[in-house]
């Protein structure tokens, strides 16, 4: 590329890292540079930029973070491998194996898709964590390589922002809030909302805007009144001040369904001491000028988060009536928590050998309990142990037990020892006996009530853990305990899933049978049996594993090669294809509203076509067992290829108050989902409110999202696809 076209600002960027390093590294930053500008060469980003402004971009994002000169320069390599001609030996001679290697690294994560098929999704992420227990440089650079994408999603089309956005939400958000890196978290954070709910981001930016001079004064006064009173005393401080970033503040009003002036902490002041014990003193100065709320403090110090992030907070009221936040740390604190993992290379030059084995203990548990799951169970986990939000609990002897929110006695008893969650027969929470499936506080202690003579876990169990730790536990227990059991549990499971997917005299057939066990990694059909009964891997991966083989041997068989196969359309305006047909009217029951991605089958109708059903429908279970009706059931699948857009049904379980229909049709207007029907009925026995709708959707992916929504809204206890049983089809 001729460098004449390159904005100067680029030359002053790399100019200014230099000036962060010696000589020598100076020189090597600089060898990268021209580097990469050659091997990008005339290429050109979205927004019409050359190519070259990227990698050098993320370059002053990881000199920001202070890291190393060998991150910087594979920060400016790290799209030779995959968008150059560059080699991993070309870039190993000019800039060593260790560049090479973060390079490559980088590169292996590079297509991360979130809603990409499960077993895909399974091993992009399995190879992140690979990469990070490697080297956790990795995921730096590739955090600092997503947060420049992200400030630049403008360009992008309108589908690509939302799904670019939702992976960055779910996946390198709450990564960088495992390694520690709040900054970087809140920006990602921030930068996919105004994609993924614009108007949600809107009114709170909006709001934040008007009050910003107003808020602004506030702080400062607050600044001032506390630095005096800390020179009176003779503490030595500095101070930060700061509003809320705009995902907090979403959160809290969608989530928990609070008003602007019920949040506590749109404000905050940051008091930063040399010691320790400053800490406490300071607190109680700041208790001693104004007001504190109650309830409102919390000690991160005495119980750091999994995460390393220590300080106290407490929320007190100002003067003027305004409440604010107040976090006190010590500098070491202050930097851990601004940059996280980074910190360690920003001011303690890298990570030493008993803080590099801290760091990398939680990728390695988490690879070592994920290492026999299903793609289905992995992916779910994953969010689960390493995204949610976090609950401290204690033991009798007050040790800490973090575990992700929603956890219950079983998880914690499992997360003690194998032993005590299998010999687990009850819980006591402060003292008195609770159910086992008790949602954990934080701050509770926790008693395991445990037997020598009790049998083991219960398979239930499975269905209430939330940690895939006890999961695994569990299934393990199971696999090693129950053998003939799980054969037969299993058999007869794949075998009922089979026949009702008209799949069963194709996995009588040797070739295809071998086939599935050589793809899922069993030596006989019997280890298959076991695993699906110990819950080792689900019925339907296997069910879809011997609907692709079928349909491989039928293509063999005809002689037709699998790169000349036309797929058969969809019949109408459907979406849906129909085995051997090409022209019949075909419907949607209404028993169990099926979408794209759920699981389907179709029904001969006397005189009304093909009714299609989900395959879990309690009308196909019920219909496969009665005597002549087996040959009117027909294969039937979606295509993926079609856009269309279709109805199905929720139940909606809530607390009963006052608004909370509001606040439900309010999610579903910011999600842009129609709502076609909606009704209420109160359950007094209960108390609570069950809620039918009928929303417009386009496949399961935007209606899973939805429900999670909903789930989040203050006083909804469940949400789920709503199926009835209505009778025989005619």
Same mark, same amino acid.
């Given at each position: ?153 403008? !360009?992008?089309?309108? #589908? =690509?922002?939302?799904?670019?956005? *939702?992976?960055?939400? $779910? @996946? &390198?958000?709450?990564? %960088?809030? +495992? ?67 705009? !995902?907090?503040?979403? #959160? =809290?009003?969608?989530?928990?369904? *609070?008003?602007?002036? $019920? @949040? &506590?902490?749109?404000? %905050?002041? +940051? ?67 601004? !940059? ?391």
């Amino acid at each position: 590329m001729d460098i004449s076209q390159l904005d100067q600002s680029m030359f002053e960027k790399i100019e200014k890292i230099k000036s962060h390093h010696g000589a020598e590294d100076a020189q090597r930053i600089e060898k990268a540079f021209r580097y990469a500008l050659e091997a990008h060469g005339d290429q050109r980003r979205r927004s019409g930029e050359p190519y070259i402004i990227h990698p050098v971009e993320t370059a002053v994002i990881l000199d920001e973070l202070g890291l190393d000169v060998e991150s910087i320069i594979a920060g400016l390599l790290h799209d030779c491998l995959e968008d150059t001609p560059s080699t991993f030996q070309a870039l190993e001679k000019e800039f060593g194996e260790s560049v090479a290697n973060l390079v490559e690294g980088v590169t292996k994560l590079g297509k991360i898709v979130y809603s990409s098929k499960e077993e895909e999704q399974m091993e992009d992420l399995r190879k992140m964590f690979i990469a990070m227990a490697k080297d956790i440089r990795v995921i730096i650079i590739k955090l600092a390589d997503r947060l420049h994408n992200a400030r630049t999603f403008q !360009y992008l089309p309108k #589908r =690509k922002q939302q799904e670019k956005s *939702l992976e960055t939400m $779910e @996946i &390198y958000a709450p990564l %960088a809030h +495992r390694l520690g890196m709040q900054a970087v978290k809140w920006e990602l954070e921030d930068l996919s909302l105004q994609y993924l709910d614009p108007v949600g981001y809107a009114e709170i930016t909006d709001y934040l805007n008007e009050r910003h001079v107003a808020y602004s004064k506030f702080l400062e006064s607050v600044q001032d009144t506390i630095m005096q009173r800390m020179q009176q005393v003779g503490i030595e401080c500095r101070m930060k001040a700061r509003l809320k970033h705009v !995902y907090s503040l979403y #959160r =809290k009003m969608y989530g928990q369904n *609070l008003t602007f002036s $019920e @949040i &506590y902490d749109i404000c %905050a002041v +940051r008091v930063i001491v040399k010691d320790l014990g400053d800490c406490y003193n300071v607190l109680g100065l700041i208790h001693d000028i104004y007001r504190p709320v109650p309830r409102r403090f919390k000690d991160y110090i005495s119980t750091p988060k999994p995460n390393g992030y220590q300080s106290l907070h407490t929320v007190v009221i100002g003067r003027e009536g305004i409440p604010f936040e107040v976090q006190i740390r010590t500098e070491d604190m202050d930097q851990s928590a601004e !940059y996280g993992i980074a910190a360690h290379w920003k001011y303690k030059d890298g990570l030493s050998g008993k803080q590099k084995e801290e760091a990398f203990a939680w990728v390695r548990q988490l690879l070592e309990s994920q290492q026999n799951s299903d793609a289905e169970d992995f992916i779910k986990n994953i969010k689960v142990d390493l995204f949610a939000d976090e609950v401290f609990v204690f033991t009798p002897k007050g040790n800490v037990i973090n575990l992700p929110q929603g956890a219950n006695p079983i998880d914690f008893a499992y997360a003690i020892h194998s032993a005590v969650g299998n010999r687990m027969t009850g819980a006591k929470v402060n003292g008195r006996i609770v159910p086992i499936d008790y949602t954990l506080k934080s701050g509770e202690i926790v008693e395991i009530i445990t037997s020598k003579t009790t049998n083991g876990p219960k398979r239930d169990w499975l269905k209430m853990v939330k940690t895939a730790e006890a999961r695994n536990k569990i299934k393990q227990w199971f696999k090693k305990e129950c053998r003939e059991e799980n054969i037969e549990r299993g058999k007869g499971d794949l075998e009922r899933e089979l026949r009702t997917a008209l799949l069963f005299d194709d996995f009588q057939n040797e070739e295809i049978c071998g086939a599935v066990l050589k793809r899922l990694n069993f030596p006989n059909v019997e280890e298959l049996y076991a695993s699906i009964g110990y819950g080792g891997v689900t019925v339907s991966r296997v069910v879809i594993k011997v609907k692709e083989e079928a349909a491989r041997l039928n293509r063999e068989r005809n002689g037709t090669p699998k790169q000349a196969v036309q797929k058969p359309k969809a019949i109408g305006d459907t979406g849906v294809i129909v085995e051997g047909l090409d022209n019949c009217l075909v419907k949607f029951a209404k028993c169990c509203t099926p979408i794209p991605g759920d699981s389907i089958i179709g029904f001969i109708t006397r005189g009304y076509g093909i009714s299609v059903h989900r395959t879990d429908c309690p009308n196909v279970i019920s219909g496969r067992k009665k005597e002549g009706e087996d040959g009117r059931w027909i294969r039937t699948e979606w295509d993926y290829n079609e856009k269309h857009q279709y109805q199905t049904s929720l139940r909606i379980y809530t607390q009963t108050r006052v608004g909370i229909l509001a606040d439900i049709i309010t999610v579903f207007s910011n999600a842009k989902v129609n709502v076609n029907e909606l009704s209420a009925r109160d359950d007094v026995a209960t108390g609570q409110t069950v809620l039918y709708t009928t929303v417009t959707v386009n496949g399961r992916n935007q209606l899973e999202f939805l429900m999670n929504r909903v789930r989040k809204c203050s006083g909804v206890v469940d949400v789920k696809r709503n199926i009835t049983e209505t009778g025989t089809e005619k």
